[in-house]
């Protein structure tokens, strides 16, 4: 763990980030499961992401714009959010501002602007990539007050277009990594309620997740990429495994009106609340660590050899063992996904 003392400066961020597939790889030769590797790991970009903003904080106050005009608490969201990032993670954060006098805004907006380009710039250089979608501080979309996100998500639900679906999945599971995390509780509990008095708005969120079609058939046999020649033979194990499992977790829990971002305290929850059975709670569970087992153990030898992690694997690499416990996982994912998927269109998948 000593690679996790690289210092404040951003070269020093950029070691420890650099670091984290040693890391990884060494405590799961150390028989740690791969759900607390993933904690941990998001654990230090969480606080990478805190010293990082930190840093940007201090030179937009430097630059001559003085301290931040009104309070705020950073959030990360996705995979981040939910305390589930792999190895190769890029750049979905957020702002909650405190409010402030519509005459203040291009004032305070400025400042901010100026905040999210220094935060997301040196993210990048750190190791984050930026976000091929945007989202991203720097995009007004993910930059507002706490009653500006409030009503965002009060018209989000209500509207329910294709573009309210997209950008609402993306923001579901934020989680603060910096400055009150009051803001983050109250938007929860905001977006919870609104869920609640909106049902219909998770059944269109499950129609765009019923598109994410496990990795497997019925008879368990494994479904692979065949019209790409360089990925024939290939599982995206993300795709088809993790994001069906998580996706159907999070519809069930936000339904239920439960708080807990993390899939596994998701599922915990349910099972408390009597919504899920004690014993599926515990299969999907164990198919959650062994889809992100074998996604990290894929990722670290894709950097290992140079290559950007990636989120696929060759079955036919791997031994019998694995090969049998990957088909048992998604075997599991898929009853369970395409069940909550049913239960929330009305239509078999």
């Known amino acids: 763990m000593e690679a996790l003392g690289g210092g404040e400066a951003i070269e020093g961020l950029a070691r420890t980030k650099a670091a984290e597939a040693g890391i990884a790889a060494d405590l799961l030769g150390e028989g740690m499961d791969a759900p607390s590797i993933l904690a941990l790991l998001v654990d230090i970009n969480r606080d990478i992401h805190r010293r990082v903003l930190e840093r940007a904080v201090a030179a937009t106050a430097e630059s001559g714009l003085g301290a931040p005009p009104v309070a705020f608490t950073g959030l990360v969201l996705g995979s981040a959010g939910r305390g589930e990032s792999l190895l190769g993670p890029d750049q979905d954060n957020a702002l909650i501002l405190d409010d402030y006098d519509d005459n203040d805004h291009t004032r305070i907006d400025r400042w901010f602007v100026a905040l999210a380009e220094r935060f997301t710039r040196d993210l990048a250089t750190v190791g984050f990539p930026l976000c091929s979608g945007n989202v991203m501080a720097t995009n007004p979309v993910w930059r507002k007050t706490a009653t500006q996100w409030r009503r965002q998500m009060t018209l989000w ?193």
């Open 157 to 349: 639900a209500e509207r329910r277009s294709p573009v309210a679906v997209l950008f609402a999945d993306i923001f579901l599971d934020f989680h603060p990594f910096t400055g009150d995390p009051t803001r983050s509780e109250t938007l929860r509990a905001h977006v919870l309620d609104g869920l609640a008095r909106n049902p219909a708005f998770l059944a269109e969120i499950a129609g765009t997740q019923a598109n994410h079609a496990v990795a497997v058939g019925l008879l368990g046999r494994l479904h692979t990429v065949h019209g790409d020649l360089g990925r024939r033979g290939h599982v995206d194990l993300k795709l088809g495994g993790l994001m069906p499992l998580v996706g159907a977790v999070r519809l069930l829990a936000l339904r239920a009106g439960v708080a807990a971002t993390g899939t596994a305290r998701r599922l915990d929850a349910l099972a408390d609340r009597g919504l899920v059975e004690p014993d599926r709670r515990d299969g999907l569970i164990a198919a959650f660590a062994t889809l992100a087992g074998l996604l990290l153990r894929q990722q670290i030898a894709d950097l290992r050899a140079g290559r950007p992690p990636s989120n696929d694997i060759v079955p036919d690499k791997l031994r019998r063992r694995s090969r049998d416990d990957l088909v048992e996982a998604l075997r599991a994912v898929r009853s369970f996904h395409n069940a909550v998927i049913a239960d929330f269109t009305g239509r078999l998948w």
